[in-house]
């Protein structure tokens, strides 16, 4: 049997390998200078308390809102801030929307984050989480940064320190999204920087109060609102294995108040099963993703993952991401909005694209059930993948409610339209611009006859 220190050696040295490999992969090195943009990661010292020698740099976009928001982004194990300011898309998602990215580094350069201590598991108890304070504070005092609009996320390490800091800080965190993490408390030792065996291996396992309970002990008095999360994990996660994710979400759903039974279960990206946990209004309040397939890499450069936590924590621009919107659904391409032919109500109807007129006919409402309806002369339809259809070119029709995947809709981050069964998008047939064009499914692609806008 492994000793402790060598266990955590040889995890921490397969951490190294996997990142150097999704550098490699990604055309980036471990650490790595983003190329143009660099004189824009500043370097930052005395920022404040800081009892563990932390690190900041801090990303202004030229973009920056008024009074911007700010995520802290955590590193994982072997890794930095520059190197994760580098290796993900967060950087370009605040050039496009406007909020600011604090990258933090570990001292010494590479560790782990402290997430197994007593002090770093308590409110304001030391360790690496006040120095992390010390920087969301000194951003907002000295670079305008919204304290209502602050989140957080992170990979690995950065994961289970995502989810400590929403355990330690419930008041200062609107939302966090922890890629590739383990439940708060689950890595305790009692130590600094400590190793837990059992809990990368997805061993521990507990109740949902039980967990919950550990997340209200971190700061015992506090009894206000409590930030959304967001959790991420691959199934082929051999450093911290996937069970971790399920413990995560018994957490979480547990301290949020929202049943143990996902609200809704979908696929918006091949191979992404997303479950979503929602309150009584509607209000996603936890929601988890498992890539399959996925190793210890997320998340992945050129993806979509930064993007869809970066819309689950309103940075976008979008807000909260609730169902419940209802009028026209524009098609971006074509300038024109999704139609009812002739108002028909006669089922297997192809929908088209038309004229925006702002009648019942192009009406829509996406619900807390993800469909997308419409109703006509009292007769309330469903959007539809005509057959339960999964091929490009599946006819998008209207049909009778019936509760189905092919009548399930995505509403997504980047504007497109995807159908829970299939995963495939919305799509003006050959990117018409013409009045009737019809609308079908096709493989995502990127092009603006795939891109709606809702309302």
């Given at each position: 049997?492994?000793?402790?220190?060598?266990?955590?050696?040889r995890l921490r040295?397969?951490?190294?390998?996997?990142?150097l490999?999704v550098g490699?992969?990604?055309?980036?090195?471990l650490?790595?200078?983003?190329?143009?943009a660099?004189a824009s990661l500043i370097p930052?010292t005395g920022?404040?308390?800081?009892p563990?020698?932390?690190?900041?740099?801090?990303?202004?976009?030229?973009?920056?809102?008024?009074?911007?928001p700010i995520?802290l982004?955590?590193?994982g194990?072997?890794g930095?801030?520059?190197?994760?300011?580098?290796?993900t898309?967060f950087?370009s998602?605040?050039d496009?929307?406007?909020?600011l990215v604090?990258?933090?580094?570990?001292s010494?350069n590479?560790?782990?984050?402290?997430?197994?201590s007593d002090q770093?598991?308590?409110?304001n108890?030391?360790?690496?989480?006040?120095g992390?304070?010390?920087?969301?504070?000194?951003?907002?005092?000295?670079?305008?940064?919204?304290p209502?609009?602050v989140?957080v996320t992170?990979e690995s390490?950065?994961?289970?320190?995502t989810?400590?800091?929403l355990?330690?800080y419930p008041?200062v965190?609107k939302a966090g999204?922890?890629?590739m993490?383990?439940p708060?408390?689950c890595f305790y030792?009692?130590?600094?920087?400590g190793?837990n065996?059992?809990c990368?291996?997805g061993?521990?396992?507990?109740t949902?109060q039980?967990w919950g309970?550990?997340?209200r002990?971190?700061?015992?008095?506090y009894?206000g609102?409590r930030?959304?999360?967001q959790l991420?994990?691959?199934?082929?996660?051999t450093?911290?294995?996937?069970?971790?994710?399920?413990?995560e979400?018994?957490q979480?759903?547990n301290?949020?108040?929202v049943?143990q039974?996902p609200s809704?279960?979908?696929t918006?990206?091949?191979?992404?099963n997303?479950?979503?946990?929602?309150?009584?209004s509607?209000t996603v309040?936890v929601?988890?993703y498992?890539?399959?397939g996925a190793?210890?890499?997320?998340?992945?450069?050129?993806?979509?993952?930064?993007a869809?936590?970066?819309?689950f924590m309103g940075?976008d621009?979008g807000?909260?991401p609730?169902?419940?919107g209802?009028g026209p659904?524009?098609?971006?391409?074509?300038?024109?909005c999704?139609?009812d032919?002739?108002?028909?109500?006669?089922?297997g109807t192809?929908?088209?694209?038309?004229s925006c007129s702002g009648a019942?006919?192009q009406?829509w409402?996406?619900?807390?059930?993800?469909?997308l309806?419409?109703?006509?002369g009292?007769?309330?339809?469903c959007l539809?993948a005509?057959?339960?259809?999964?091929?490009?070119?599946?006819?998008a029709i209207v049909?009778s409610?019936?509760g189905q995947?092919?009548?399930q809709?995505n509403?997504?981050?980047?504007?497109?339209?995807?159908n829970?069964l299939?995963?495939l998008?919305?799509d003006?047939t050959?990117?018409?611009t013409?009045?009737g064009?019809?609308?079908e499914?096709?493989?995502?692609n990127?092009?603006?006859n795939?891109r709606?806008?809702l309302?």
């Amino acid at each position: 049997m492994l000793r402790p220190h060598s266990f955590k050696a040889r995890l921490r040295n397969r951490l190294l390998a996997v990142l150097l490999a999704v550098g490699a992969a990604l055309g980036v090195g471990l650490p790595a200078a983003a190329p143009a943009a660099a004189a824009s990661l500043i370097p930052i010292t005395g920022f404040g308390t800081n009892p563990t020698n932390l690190q900041m740099s801090l990303y202004v976009p030229s973009s920056a809102k008024a009074n911007p928001p700010i995520l802290l982004a955590l590193h994982g194990c072997q890794g930095s801030g520059p190197y994760l300011y580098s290796s993900t898309d967060f950087a370009s998602l605040a050039d496009r929307y406007g909020f600011l990215v604090i990258y933090p580094s570990t001292s010494p350069n590479g560790s782990c984050w402290d997430v197994s201590s007593d002090q770093a598991l308590t409110r304001n108890g030391g360790s690496d989480p006040v120095g992390l304070m010390s920087m969301i504070t000194y951003t907002e005092q000295h670079y305008g940064g919204n304290p209502n609009a602050v989140y957080v996320t992170g990979e690995s390490s950065g994961g289970m320190m995502t989810n400590v800091m929403l355990a330690d800080y419930p008041d200062v965190f609107k939302a966090g999204a922890a890629f590739m993490g383990v439940p708060y408390h689950c890595f305790y030792t009692g130590s600094v920087r400590g190793w837990n065996g059992p809990c990368a291996g997805g061993q521990v396992s507990m109740t949902p109060q039980q967990w919950g309970d550990l997340v209200r002990n971190a700061d015992p008095g506090y009894t206000g609102p409590r930030p959304r999360m967001q959790l991420w994990h691959g199934t082929a996660d051999t450093t911290l294995n996937f069970n971790n994710l399920a413990e995560e979400a018994k957490q979480w759903t547990n301290v949020l108040g929202v049943g143990q039974t996902p609200s809704s279960t979908d696929t918006p990206v091949a191979n992404w099963n997303r479950a979503r946990y929602a309150n009584s209004s509607g209000t996603v309040q936890v929601e988890t993703y498992g890539i399959v397939g996925a190793g210890h890499q997320l998340p992945v450069q050129g993806t979509p993952m930064a993007a869809y936590a970066i819309h689950f924590m309103g940075l976008d621009g979008g807000g909260t991401p609730t169902p419940g919107g209802t009028g026209p659904l524009h098609a971006v391409g074509a300038g024109k909005c999704l139609d009812d032919p002739g108002s028909t109500t006669t089922p297997g109807t192809q929908q088209q694209t038309y004229s925006c007129s702002g009648a019942a006919n192009q009406t829509w409402t996406h619900t807390s059930s993800q469909q997308l309806t419409l109703t006509l002369g009292g007769a309330t339809l469903c959007l539809d993948a005509n057959g339960r259809g999964t091929t490009n070119g599946t006819k998008a029709i209207v049909w009778s409610c019936n509760g189905q995947t092919n009548q399930q809709w995505n509403l997504n981050s980047d504007g497109t339209v995807t159908n829970a069964l299939s995963g495939l998008c919305l799509d003006v047939t050959a990117a018409s611009t013409a009045d009737g064009a019809p609308v079908e499914l096709w493989s995502c692609n990127g092009g603006s006859n795939q891109r709606w806008t809702l309302g």
